[in-house]
Antibody, heavy 121, light 113 residues
């Protein structure tokens, strides 16, 4: 079945780095744009980043621009989020989500279960 | 950035009654070239990821019960649950996917009265 499984979350000190992964299965990964979305504890949803289906384009929320990098390895059906210079306000559950089409301008139709990132000294 | 504002923040409705959640965007999310509203609704239950309910403002995702419906155009949108069931207790989010950043509303918590 169509599935997204995130991994890589954990507790990290402020200023340090972490890389999240999202393994996709059950669909043709190369046909879909992919997103990262985060949710701080008890808060709403915040879109983080988008990677186009072929990896040629990427977009970021202002809150992470210059610190986070989204990438994908289409040979491994995996999406990544490299998070550098982490701040307390980056603490959240991070979800990867599939865009229902090849561009970013489509609804998010498949979501992973999320991976928790905590930032604390 | 397009700001999405939902109302109310929380809502308590009796079982079997109608629930209505509103969403307003700070600018139109109607793409005139294809006459589509780039607006989606998601349902999130505790401890679960969001689930897509409605897209293009009024198209129900496959498998979503027909008691859920979406309406509106331009900047004003509504999610309606025609007859509330116990399993509909959740937080509901609207989202625009017209342009990045792909912003969400703050969420509406729906409870049973």
């Amino acid at each position: 079945q169509v599935q997204l499984v995130e991994s890589g979350g954990g507790v990290v000190q402020p200023g340090r780095s972490l890389r999240l992964s999202c393994a996709a299965s059950g669909f043709t990964f190369t046909s879909y744009a992919m997103h990262w979305v985060r949710q701080a504890p008890g808060k709403g949803l915040e879109w983080v980043a988008l990677k186009s289906y072929d990896g040629s384009n990427e977009f970021y929320a202002d809150s992470v621009k210059g610190r986070f990098t989204i990438s994908r390895d289409n040979s491994k059906n995996t999406l990544y989020l490299q998070m550098n210079s982490l701040r307390a306000e980056d603490a959240a559950v991070y979800y990867c989500a599939r865009s229902s089409g090849w561009s970013g301008t489509d609804p998010f139709d498949v979501w992973g279960q999320g991976t928790m990132v905590s930032v604390s000294s | 950035d397009i700001v999405m504002t939902q109302s109310p923040d929380s809502l308590a409705v009796s079982l079997g009654e109608r629930a209505t959640i509103n969403c307003k965007s700070s600018q139109s999310v109607l793409y005139t070239s294809n006459n589509q509203n780039y607006l989606a609704w998601y349902q999130q239950k505790p401890g679960q990821p969001p689930k897509l309910l409605i897209y293009w403002a009024s198209t129900r995702e496959s498998g979503v019960p027909d008691r859920f419906s979406g309406s509106g155009s331009g900047t004003d949108f509504t999610l309606t649950i025609s007859s509330l069931q116990a399993e509909d207790v959740a937080v509901y989010f609207c989202q625009q996917y017209y342009d990045d950043p792909y912003t969400f509303g703050q969420g509406t918590k729906l409870e049973i009265k």
